[in-house]
């Protein structure tokens, strides 16, 4: 039986299909030629990641599919319950990438609140001719510890994240329409543990309480984030959105950046990917990275051996 990885999929992962007795193909196939490809191959489940979509027309095109598979949580780029209606099985991974995920965040907030962002650009600059200005410039940074961390969202992602505020020394609070209550288990190097209760509050009682905030969100029609919720935050905040394109305003952002309200923030997703508005790319006050969230090693390998195992127990 085929499995094709349109997108990619870890050696772990290709490892443990090829020794259950599947062939494991790794081209990357234009979306074009995708129905096509798997018929004539005749592909019994198909991997996807963000780039490639899985319609109706290729759900009803191609009869010999069984399984599509999402390396990772979102599911948006897949007609999913047209696909379940049609009997094929759709799987994803919603658990494999939630720290690498949290990890990011706070490699963003820390890098926001000591500019590491701008003096990583300007030292090569200037940092030979200008070197008591640029520390000057920013030697007004914040600590983390003691601040307030409003997670909208508190999904695997969101708690993932709030496991990382908390070994920071930070308040959590955080919005869930769909969850009171959760209970977080931090692990230790040393096997000891300990257990945080959090209880969710309104998302108006995030906005107004937050120091720092971290979206965690699906994707979704309306802005989670717009005019009316920025106008909520307090005074200087600081933003992260490592969840979708389209959940957050950026015109609404780059406004809030401009009048202070925002003071800085950082964005792994864009309404306009992969061409995110220039705004956007030349805003000192942004920190940016390429949707890389769920791109580590580790999460990878999660992925790959977390959609071989579902595999091999649908499939057997």
Known sequence: MKVLANDGVSQSGIDALEKAGYEVITTTVAQEQLINYINEK??????VRSATTVRKDLIDACPNLKIIG?????MDNIDVEYAREKGLSVINTPAASSHSVAELVFGHL???????????RDMPLE????????????????????????????????QATAKVALGAGM?????????ETANLELDFFDGQT???????ISKEDVLKQADF?????????????????????????????????GVLNEVALVKAIESGKVSRAALDVFEKEPKPEMQLLMNPALSLTPHTGAATNEAQDRIGTELASQIISILG
């Open 70 to 74: 999402r390396g990772g949580v979102g």
């Open 42 to 47: 005749d592909i019994a489940v198909l991997l």
């Open 171 to 179: 308040k959590v609070i955080a919005f869930d329409p769909f969850l």
């Open 127 to 158: 940092g030979d001719n200008n070197f008591k200005g640029l520390k000057k410039a920013y030697a007004k940074g914040t600590e983390l510890k003691g601040k307030t961390l409003g997670v909208l969202g508190f999904g695997r992602i969101g």
């Open 194 to 200: 300990v257990k945080f209760e959090i209880k969710t």
């Open 213 to 245: 905030i971290t979206l965690h969100v699906p994707a979704q029609k309306e802005y989670v984030i717009d005019e009316a919720e920025f106008n909520m935050m307090k005074d200087g905040v600081i933003i992260a959105n490592a969840a979708r394109g």
């Open 110 to 120: 820390y890098g926001l609140s000591r500019y590491l962002h701008n003096s990583n």
